[in-house]
């Protein structure tokens, strides 16, 4: 074990981040080991994100104290952020994101009350007596002289197959007409299919989140429990993250960048797409 942990200190003490790529700041930064200490809640992972805080976490920096946002304590904090045993997060695409991140012209910082950021939580409800799964996403907003988490959007399986809006010549229709029938025929198109959806808008979705409260307040959806808990980031220009949370010996534990992308144009709104509809 004592073995164990003079090799993880070698290996800390030695991080660079860019060759001949010089961290010149006041002051020193002494790694001792303290830095592979667990990152346990978001809020630390934001303050050794921005280096906001001391090597070992007991002292908060502020804009008028030495070591707030030093560059060199960023670099060695974020060096320990990543999730290094199951991301594959390859190094070349660490460097590069540290390197824009650090950038000594144009440095870069996540902020808890900026937008660009949103929660995931894996969650079980009792729907009609059967265990359901449901994804629910929370963003913060101003509330009075704070913040507040909310819930923006919802996906749950058992919603996903009630609309099923035809197109093409399967899609049932109201005759351009029907205006001077006095629109009677909506009785007949009502009476005769089961997908009253085929006349809506073109542009129709459903509103999933509004269904999901509806059949909350009826009755019929209880909640069970939380299975799983991850947050997204889009804070950091043409990048985003994905942040988790990992329970397992040693000291690359606690709240780490398990997914890191690269955005091109277009990719952000992939992403988005993929997260919301958890395809």
């Known amino acids: 074990m004592r073995k164990l942990v003079i090799v993880v200190l070698v290996i800390l003490s030695s991080i660079e981040l860019v060759s001949g790529q010089g961290l010149g700041s006041p002051g020193t930064i002494k790694d001792d080991g303290r830095f592979a200490a667990s990152t346990k809640q978001v809020n630390q992972f934001f ?29 060695k904090f974020i060096s320990i952020l990543f999730d290094n045993e199951t991301s594959g997060i390859s190094s070349d695409l660490k460097t590069t994101f540290m390197r824009e991140v650090l950038s000594e012209t144009l440095p870069q910082y996540i902020n808890f009350h900026r937008e660009g950021w949103f929660s995931e939580v894996e969650a079980t409800f009792n729907y009609r007596g ?50 001077e029938l006095g629109f009677m025929n909506l009785r007949k198109a009502f009476q005769e299919t089961n997908l009253p959806e085929s006349f809506t808008t073109t542009d129709f979705q459903p509103d999933y989140l509004t269904l999901f409260l509806y059949e909350m307040k009826r009755g019929n ?59």
């Open 47 to 75: 303050r050794r994100f921005n280096a906001e805080e001391s090597v070992d976490g007991n002292q908060r920096y502020y804009p008028e104290d030495e070591f707030y946002r030093n560059r060199e304590l960023r670099g």
């Open 221 to 279: 959806l209880k909640f069970d429990n939380i299975r799983d808990v991850k947050f997204h980031f889009f804070q950091i220009n043409n990048w985003y993250f994905e942040l988790n949370q990992f329970n397992r010996p040693g000291f690359n534990t606690g709240w780490l960048i398990s997914n890191l992308v690269k955005l091109k144009p277009g990719d952000k709104e992939s992403i988005l797409r993929y997260i919301y509809d958890q395809k």
């Open 130 to 179: 059967k265990i359901e799964k449901a994804t629910l996403f929370l963003k913060l907003q101003p509330e009075g002289l704070g913040y507040e988490w909310v819930i923006d959007k919802v996906v749950f399986p058992p919603f996903k197959d009630i609309f099923k809006k035809p197109e093409g010549s399967n899609k049932s229709f109201l005759h351009p007409l029907s205006h």
